[in-house]
């Protein structure tokens, strides 16, 4: 039986080094759309506080396949404002915006994503998908 591309990417890095990855990632878009520590732990599924601030600081840590499936939506929301809009500050500042999609209901995509459900996420992520015709 063929190994599925998963499994092969997944042999390749440790827990530790996929979740120190991850985490790097998470945060340099966290800077970009310029959220704050509290939108950022709730964007995370609201880890304590302790162990939150440890990832920040050191950007390493071995995270839950929840908090891994959470960044994986972010990066995929972050991504798909990159092709969608025209420059990288408009795709930036996005997120932030009110939007008049129904989804949305006037608010703006954090609004939405800070609910704090990994729902919200993927809705937000099937949303942009669907503007990208994916």
Not at 59 to 86: C, F, Q, W
């Amino acid at each position: 039986m063929a190994a599925k591309p998963q499994d092969v990417a997944a042999a390749r890095f440790s827990p530790e080094q996929l979740s120190a990855t991850a985490l790097k990632a998470f945060f340099n878009i966290c800077d970009a759309w310029g959220l704050n520590a509290e939108d950022e732990r709730i964007l995370l599924g609201a880890p304590p506080r302790s162990t939150f601030f440890k990832w920040k600081s050191n950007r390493i840590g071995n995270l839950a396949v929840d908090t891994l499936e959470r960044i994986s939506y972010i990066m995929g929301i972050y991504k798909a404002l990159h092709i969608l809009l025209p420059s990288a500050e408009a795709a930036d500042t996005w997120v932030k915006k009110a939007n008049t999609t129904p989804m949305f209901a006037g608010k703006s995509a954090l609004d939405r994503m800070r609910a704090g459900r990994v729902m919200d996420l993927a809705d937000v992520r099937r949303y942009l998908d669907a503007e990208r015709g994916t």
